[in-house]
């Protein structure tokens, strides 16, 4: 097959087209040094196109202000272009640097713009130069200027195939063909009258190993690859000439021959050369003698037996050496035989068949009598230890293994004489009993100085105190490290002088646990001294107890008392801080997690009784919220009832009442509901018509809205009542809980928030506003005093005194029963005056006239603030 077979799809692709083709061979036929260079220079180009990418992103590195020379990778690529620095300078880094370049300090960031222009050229270029290295560029006569062997590739190779030299040169085409090339690129008939110019075979250089004539720029042989410059390689073995006279007598042919590709001389009559491995034109095999009877095997070299290298021949014995010592060392670890004494003993026992631990049995003992002979009997007693590991560190040698365990035996004696051990006979005799080791040694030592110590651990009696009056003070902070676990040796100075002051009150163990909890004296001495609130006594902080909910700190006989005198005599709402009375645990569910966290605090403090008796007020305090717990009205005994019948017998008293009312059962009460029985109660008992109002003040008592305990009402009082069962503070006219503090308001101090129609109010009126709200809304009520009551009643009505007051009340319960609203009797000052109390918008229009804001007023106050929802409303 000819060679140009191969190039005619190419040739035809190109047969319209002028303009010189890709050349796709050419980084493989360019020098290596260029080719080196090009990839530099295409690196070199990347990191400044990276660098450029930084510069223009919004997210910049953290160290984008500075480029360093130092970096080897930077040294090897853009400091090694020319041009390099110039183009970083392009990009802003303009400041000369011992170590780099820099942006200016008055620069506080770079020039987009700018830096963007010239990182599309530095781009540019790198892409041009990654399609030429590829081989991929469709003009690559555009780096001759930068690549001067490219134009010399170029005159002496074919524009076409890029392969065989110039044999011609177009000038109506503008092309440089070879031989091949030209006559079928000119048999075209539009370029046969073609005039073509014949070109001067390019300078060649000959290769010294092979003779072959390459390429002046050429620095490997296209032949045998070697360097222009390298020498001839050596020759090969050549088996002698065989001695049949079959052989020497053969027709004239000589056994040399020339390669007629590279011209090297080859010496055996083969059919290839032995240098370029080219085949042999005129060689043709020698048919073998008629006769003979030598096999048909093909003449073949004798072997030659390989010689080894010296290096690898070391190495193979060296590894094979090491494998054996392993598995000797690993025999001899499973029978208790250490490393060293393995290759001691081959050291030693080197040339014998005997193995190692055979021969540390047999042979190891006499030595070491030896090394113990060998010692002067000047007071010296070594112990075989000692010879042993003296004979291990010197590697088998007696006379060194001698002078090694005198050594370490003296060496061993300075460690103990400096541990406080002066006595020398008694420090060698520990040695000798120890084994030569200094540890053993100074536990043989210590033993006699710690036999007062060991019988003092062991007797029945008990621990001595710390005498702080001791003058050893070593042997007090000793005591003190060892005792109490102090973190320092200077926090047991501290805790010594502190106990040591001429005033000083202070116990040993309080001392020592503020101690161990800081190393501030005057922190110490405040934390020592704490004043009880309760007792005006001087207590430690540890002998202080206080509450999760303040910060007062109360000594521990106060905490006690004072919790113990609660749980016995007051209610469980009573149980606070002694000290501010805080918290406060209206809040019911503040009040669980308080009571949670106390639990804990009092178990430890509280004897069992009066634990077990706080207990019990805490299930009761938890059972009152229950709406089936009932509290007898005879007794107070509470319990929980889950029948759904109005009479009910208390379990204490055996006494019956009203479930409902929590009145006393009466048998008229029968069949009738509350409301219907206390109708009757009031037109058909006489005793009940004989009591007035007195009567009606006794049926209509307090009811705690927390707990549902009912009270009598008595005559006069204040309107803040507090439940004698849960302490819960509420109004006793509208039932809103009483407080010091709300979100709702700015007031500081205990108050509630009554509504408008709340007693709190209402008892400022005078009778007659209040019937005239009772007459308006067609509400009938009693004016004179009932039959049988006690005389001058009615003029005590309305002349003051307890009964007006009382009867204000009866007034008032009779607006609330009907849910009537006080605030149609209002006038417009108490109108303005609510509306600012209940944060209603009051500010009055330019065109309203005072009847007309008076009624606007009366009716957003009606629509957005409704009556009391926990406002008592009997009838």
Aim: hydrophobic fraction near 30%.
């Amino acid at each position: 097959m000819s060679p140009l077979t191969g190039m005619l799809p190419l040739l035809f692709s190109l047969a319209s087209s002028t303009s010189p083709p890709p050349s796709l061979l050419l980084p493989h036929l360019l020098p290596r040094q260029s080719f080196t260079s090009l990839q530099k220079l295409f690196t070199a180009l990347s990191i400044l196109e990276k660098y450029g990418l930084n510069l223009t992103s919004s997210n910049k590195p953290r160290y984008w202000r500075s480029v360093k020379h130092n970096n080897p990778v930077f040294k090897a690529t853009v400091d090694s272009v020319k041009g390099g620095r110039e183009v970083l300078c392009l990009y802003g880094y303009s400041n000369q640097q011992p170590d780099g370049l820099c942006f200016p300090d008055d620069v506080m960031d770079p020039d987009v713009e700018g830096v963007a222009a010239v990182t599309l050229e530095i781009m540019t270029l790198r892409m041009e130069i990654d399609m030429f290295i590829k081989g991929s560029h469709p003009r690559p006569e555009i780096f001759e200027n930068i690549l001067p062997s490219l134009k010399e590739l170029e005159v002496n190779n074919c524009t076409i195939c890029g392969i065989f030299p110039v044999f011609a040169h177009c000038p109506t085409c503008v092309q440089r063909l070879c031989g091949e090339c030209d006559k079928l690129y000119h048999s075209h008939p539009e370029r046969r009258g073609h005039d073509r110019i014949t070109v001067t075979p390019a300078r060649v250089q000959r290769t010294t190993s092979c003779t072959v004539m390459n390429a002046g720029l050429s620095v490997l042989c296209e032949v045998c690859e070697r360097p222009r410059l390298a020498t001839r390689p050596p020759a090969t073995p050549v088996r002698p000439a065989p001695t049949t006279p079959s052989l020497l007598q053969d027709s004239g042919t000589q056994v040399g021959w020339t390669c007629q590709v590279c011209t090297f001389a080859n010496s055996i009559p083969a059919g290839a050369c032995e240098m370029c491995s080219s085949p042999r034109a005129d060689y043709t095999p020698k048919p073998p003698a008629p006769g003979s009877q030598r096999s048909e095997k093909p003449f073949m070299k004798t072997p030659v037996p390989a010689v080894e290298n010296p290096d690898v021949k070391r190495q193979r014995l060296m590894k094979e050496e090491g494998l054996k010592l392993i598995q000797q060392i690993r025999e001899a670890e499973k029978k208790g035989v250490t490393p060293e004494e393995v290759y001691a003993a081959l050291q030693i026992s080197k040339g014998s068949n005997v193995k190692p631990c055979d021969w540390l049995n047999s042979e190891l003992p006499h030595l070491l009598d030896e090394i113990y002979a060998a010692i002067p009997r000047s007071g010296v007693q070594v112990s075989r230890a000692e010879a042993k590991q003296a004979w291990l560190a010197t590697g088998g040698d007696i006379e060194k293994a001698v002078v090694q365990v005198l050594r370490d035996r003296k060496s061993k004696l300075q460690e103990l004489f400096s541990l406080g051990f002066r006595e020398a006979e008694k420090c060698e005799e520990a040695l000798r009993l120890s084994g030569g080791e200094v540890r053993g040694a100074l536990s043989i030592l210590q033993r006699p100085q710690l036999e007062a110590f060991h019988k003092r651990v062991w007797s029945d009696q008990p621990e001595p105190g710390i005498d702080i009056h001791d003058p050893d003070r070593q042997r007090l902070c000793r005591r003190l490290l060892a005792l109490y676990d102090l973190p320092s040796w200077g926090r047991c100075e501290l805790a010594l002088s502190l106990l040591q002051e001429p005033d000083a009150q202070y116990s040993l163990e309080d001392v020592v646990q503020a101690v161990r909890e800081s190393h501030d004296r005057d922190f110490i001495r405040r934390v020592l001294a704490k004043e009880c609130p309760c007792c005006l006594c001087v207590f430690p902080h540890s002998k202080m107890q206080s509450l999760t909910s303040c910060q007062c700190s109360v000594c521990c006989g106060c905490f006690q008392q004072h919790f113990t005198i609660a749980i016995r005599d007051k209610h469980i709402r009573d149980m606070v801080c002694p000290a501010c009375g805080g918290p406060d645990i209206n809040d019911p569910d503040y009040l669980n997690s308080y009571f949670s966290t106390l639990d804990i605090q009092l178990r430890d403090c509280l004897e069992p009784e009066v634990y077990d008796l706080f207990h019990k007020k805490l299930t009761e305090h938890a059972l009152i919220k229950d709406p089936k717990f009932l509290w007898c009205c005879h007794c107070s005994f509470g319990f929980i009832y889950d029948g759904d019948q109005l009479k009910v017998t208390c379990l204490q008293c055996q006494k019956s009442f009203c479930a409902k009312c929590k009145k006393p059962w009466e048998s008229q009460h029968a069949g009738l509901s509350c409301e219907q029985f206390q109708a009757w109660k009031r037109e058909n008992d006489p005793e009940y018509q004989k009591q007035g109002l007195a009567g009606y003040l006794r049926d209509n008592g307090i009811t705690c809205p927390n707990c549902r305990f009912q009270y009598a009402l008595t005559k006069g009082g204040c309107m803040h009542f507090t439940c004698s069962q849960c302490r819960y503070q509420f109004c006793s006219g509208c039932n809103n809980p009483f407080h010091t503090t709300c979100n709702q308001c700015s007031v500081t101090g205990l108050h509630a928030h009554h509504p408008r129609d709340c007693l709190f109010y209402l008892r400022d009126w005078e009778p007659k506003q209040l019937q005239a709200l009772l007459q308006k809304n067609g509400v009938e009520f009693n004016t004179e005093p009932p039959h049988g009551a006690q005389p001058g009643m009615s003029s005590v009505l309305y002349k003051g005194g307890s009964a007006k007051k009382h009867y204000k009340e009866y007034l008032v319960s009779l607006i609330n029963g009907h849910s009537l609203d006080p605030a149609l009797l209002f006038d417009l000052n108490n109108l303005v005056i609510a509306c600012r109390r209940y944060q209603v918008d009051s500010r009055r229009l330019d065109t309203e006239d005072e009847t007309t804001y008076s009624a606007r007023l009366l009716k957003k106050l009606m629509d957005e603030v409704l009556l009391g929802d926990k406002v008592p409303r009997k009838k």
